[in-house]
């Protein structure tokens, strides 16, 4: 089984891209799911087929389906709500403030990757292509089952009744089956998308290291919309094409040079007609994999925290890729290290023999973080 999540800016054509790749895949033989958790519902307009939250045959091998994150029910969250509720109600919390600390923030979202990986689980399967919502949503998206599990463990602080420990204890492993397939690098892997314009490359680099400090690799980028070659075409329209064409060319240098090193980057052309249709998004496919395996792709595996002992203390390297514009902030939180790039924050777990340490400062190169650790005198 492999996961592959489409994700990148909003418009800039991840879901076409999505659905030509499980077009390809089942065009190749394989029993392929494509599934849309964008809000945009847009999966449906781009294989020429109504969908729904079940999977629908698309075409042969190829199946579809778009979920609508605010009709979800999770039967084991919603015992848990009420659960927990009832107890809080019990301690002497008032009743409408018990069912407010009882909403799980996100928890639309993350019902909707608990569905994701329910399919990937339960049907036949061979690739699931998943459409994602625009990276802020994505991101927050992947953030739920980290987030969901430290609100898990405050919870599982006071255990009023053994039915509600037994609530917590069923959501909490939901949720860490969640994260574990995430970030479980032979199975899932991110494809970003984007146009070849700065702003949105920018974004792009903020992305693959706020997915990094989650530990989800990123296999592959797609650039889109890239402006036909003029060839030997005169003409103000032509003179316009080149010029657009050689800006875009120089994003792509750029990119190339600094921080997708490692990974997979293909280039789609800008279609005159929008692809709407198998046959369609086929032609999209050759040009974007021609004979390779749409399920291949580059990803820089590289260890999320690495330590080496030195006089006095502990180097600790947090391997993630950095922009030279990166704002990075550090801080110690009792025994996790919580790291900011960019807005995007995570608590790493130090391991055990770092904790009696003293986080002394802090320097990038181009393997990411070295965090200096000493012994207090």
Request: contains cysteine; glycine residues 8%; hydrophobic residues 45%.
């Amino acid at each position: 089984m492999r996961v592959l999540l489409f994700t990148g800016k909003g418009g800039v054509g991840k879901t076409t891209l999505a659905a030509a790749t499980g077009a390809c895949l089942a065009r190749r033989g394989r029993k392929t799911l494509v599934v849309s958790t964008d809000p945009a519902h847009s999966l449906s307009d781009a294989v020429g087929v109504r969908l729904s939250d079940e999977p629908s045959e698309v075409d042969s091998h190829l199946y579809g389906a778009q979920l609508g994150a605010r009709a979800l029910v999770d039967d084991v969250w919603d015992s848990l709500r009420r659960e927990l509720a009832s107890a809080l109600s019990g301690l002497g919390v008032d009743a409408l403030d018990a069912e407010e600390l009882t909403v799980l923030p996100g928890v639309d979202e993350l019902l909707s990757l608990s569905r994701v990986q329910r399919l990937a689980d339960e049907g036949p399967w061979e690739n699931v292509v998943v459409d994602c919502g625009p990276t802020a949503e994505t991101l927050r998206l992947l953030a739920l089952p980290d987030a969901a599990v430290g609100y898990l463990r405050r919870l599982s602080g006071w255990r009023s009744t053994t039915r509600v420990a037994r609530s917590v204890d069923r959501f909490a492993a939901h949720v860490e089956s969640l994260r574990a397939l995430l970030t479980d690098r032979d199975t899932t892997t991110v494809r970003l998308v984007l146009t070849p314009e700065r702003v949105v490359a920018a974004e792009t680099r903020r992305t693959l290291t706020a997915l990094a400090l989650r530990g989800i690799a990123v296999d592959g980028v797609v650039v889109n919309r890239m402006m036909p070659a003029a060839g030997w075409w005169r003409g103000a329209a032509a003179s316009w094409l080149r010029t657009r064409r050689a800006q875009q060319d120089e994003v792509v240098a750029e990119l190339r040079q600094g921080g997708l090193t490692g990974r997979t980057l293909r280039t789609v052309e800008h279609r005159a007609v929008e692809p709407v249709g198998v046959e369609a998004l086929l032609e999209i496919a050759d040009e974007l994999y021609g004979e390779t395996n749409p399920l291949v792709g580059e990803s820089t595996a590289t260890t999320l925290l690495q330590t080496t002992e030195v006089d006095g203390g502990f180097r600790l390297r947090i391997g993630m890729p950095l922009d030279k514009d990166s704002e990075v902030a550090l801080a110690r939180v009792d025994d996790d290290l919580a790291v900011t790039v960019d807005g995007f924050r995570r608590l790493v777990a130090l391991p055990e023999a770092l904790r009696p340490y003293t986080l002394t400062g802090a320097e990038s190169d181009a393997r990411g973080l070295v965090v200096h650790l000493e012994k207090p005198e």
